[in-house]
Structures are given as structure tokens and as C-alpha cells.
């Protein structure tokens, strides 16, 4: 089955400043990664999710890369504001394939520091 | 809509004890996923359903029972409850796995085995 590593597990940022957050995984036929963002207390909500026939994708302040090749995914979050503080969790999965869902990271808690 | 609907939201069990914990979909997804999540941990995934009168074992079934009777509820049970069940357990749902149509998660209900 697929198998996600997820670095690093705590990021301390100043505000204003990027943070990186990345992931590696296994399954070569993976070709969805999404990425969640779980605030204390709260269910993982999705916040941006790449394609694998695309490289590059952004929305406002984050965005997330993609090397197939490499089979390795990032988000990148510049300009960072203190309500970015969180877990942030990727994950993979295929479609075509079995059903059974989402492939997570274990999470990198987002801390930014005033 | 409502999206994905869990219940209870806490509840504290003894050893040995059963319970189910109720979840419902207003969405007409398809497919249905539990996941347990552990202190800073991610999601692990414990049982999913790719329609009504189907279900399969994810990667942490044991001590889990789910039935899937109808498109919208996926209840789960825990029989014989044992403090390694202590966890975050999140219902999901998706229209289909992977290439864009992401998971939607319910807020969580959190389980502590005594």
C-alpha cells in the first residue's frame, strides 16, 4: 500500500516569514495529494490539493509543488499570520484503483511566532 | 446541507463496555471512511464503504464493526472496548477516492477507555 512521510513534525516560523512543509510517497500510481489543515479541536478541512498531471498550483498565500518523478509534494505558505498556526497534514491517493480512501502523513504542527 | 453528521461527539466508556458511534451523510456520497487519530498522530484509517451493503477493512480494523445499510449512515462499533481505543475517531465521506473530489470529515468524536 502507499506510505506518506511527512517533514517536519514541528515548524516554528516568525510571521511574516514562509514556512515549508514536505512529503514524500511510495505508490507511483498515487495521483492526488491533497493537503489538510487542522486547527486544536477541529476536523482536518482541506485547504489545497494538486493533481499529478499538474507541477505547480496556488492560491492566495500557499501553494503546493509536485516532482512525480522524485514522487515527493510541498506547501508552501508565505507571509505567514499567527491563525496559520496548525497542523497541516498531507496525503495521497489514486483514482481507478481500490477505494479506500486517504494515505495521510503523520502532521507537522505549524507554529508562528509573533 | 448538514455534511457529515457523527455522534456523540465525547463519551467515556469502561473496559469491556460496547457503544457505536453514529454517522450520516447528507451529500449522496458513495463512499464512507472511519479514521482514528492518536495524540499528535495522523489519521489511520479503520473501515471504509464504497456503497450501501459494502464494507472493507482499512489499516487498523481490529476491535471494529461497521454496516453500511443505507447511502447515508456508517455507523461503527466498538465491542469489548480496551484503553487502546482511547483515540479522535473522524467519519468521512467522498463522491469517489481520489482526482480532485476530496474527503469531507465530520468534527470528531472523542472516545476515552477507563
Known amino acids: 500500500g502507499e506510505n506518506v512521510e511527512q517533514h517536519p513534525s514541528t515548524l516554528s516560523v516568525q510571521e511574516g516569514d514562509s514556512a515549508v512543509i514536505k512529503c514524500t510517497y511510495s505508490d507511483s500510481a498515487s495521483n492526488y495529494f491533497p493537503w489538510y489543515k487542522q486547527e486544536l479541536g477541529k476536523r482536518p478541512q482541506l485547504i489545497i490539493d494538486?493533481?499529478?498531471?499538474?507541477g505547480e498550483k496556488k492560491d492566495q498565500r500557499i501553494a503546493v509543488t509536485l516532482n512525480k518523478t522524485a514522487k515527493h509534494f510541498s506547501l508552501h505558505i508565505t507571509e505567514t499570520q499567527p491563525e496559520d498556526s496548525a497542523v497541516y497534514f498531507c496525503?495521497?491517493?489514486?483514482?481507478?484503483?481500490?477505494?479506500?480512501?486517504?494515505?495521510f502523513g503523520k502532521g507537522t504542527h505549524l507554529i508562528i511566532q509573533p | 446541507n448538514a455534511g457529515v453528521t457523527q455522534t456523540p461527539k465525547f463519551r467515556i466508556l469502561k473496559i469491556g463496555q460496547s457503544m457505536t458511534l453514529q454517522c450520516t451523510q447528507d451529500m449522496n456520497h458513495n463512499y464512507m471512511y472511519w479514521y482514528r487519530q492518536d495524540p499528535g498522530m495522523g489519521l489511520k484509517l479503520i473501515y471504509y464503504?464504497?456503497?450501501?451493503?459494502?464494507?472493507d477493512k482499512g489499516e487498523v480494523p481490529n476491535g471494529y464493526n461497521v454496516s453500511r445499510s443505507t447511502t447515508e449512515d456508517f455507523p461503527l462499533r466498538l465491542e469489548l472496548a480496551a484503553p487502546s481505543q482511547t483515540s479522535v475517531y473522524f467519519c468521512?465521506?467522498?463522491?469517489?477516492?481520489?482526482?480532485?473530489?476530496?474527503?469531507?470529515f465530520g468534527e470528531g468524536s472523542w472516545l476515552t477507555v477507563v
Open positions: 468521512a465521506s467522498s463522491p469517489v477516492p481520489g482526482s480532485g473530489n476530496t474527503i469531507y
Open positions: 496525503a495521497a491517493t489514486y483514482s481507478g484503483g481500490g477505494a479506500d480512501g486517504l494515505t
Open positions: 464503504s464504497v456503497g450501501a451493503g459494502i464494507t
Open positions: 494538486i493533481r499529478s498531471n499538474v
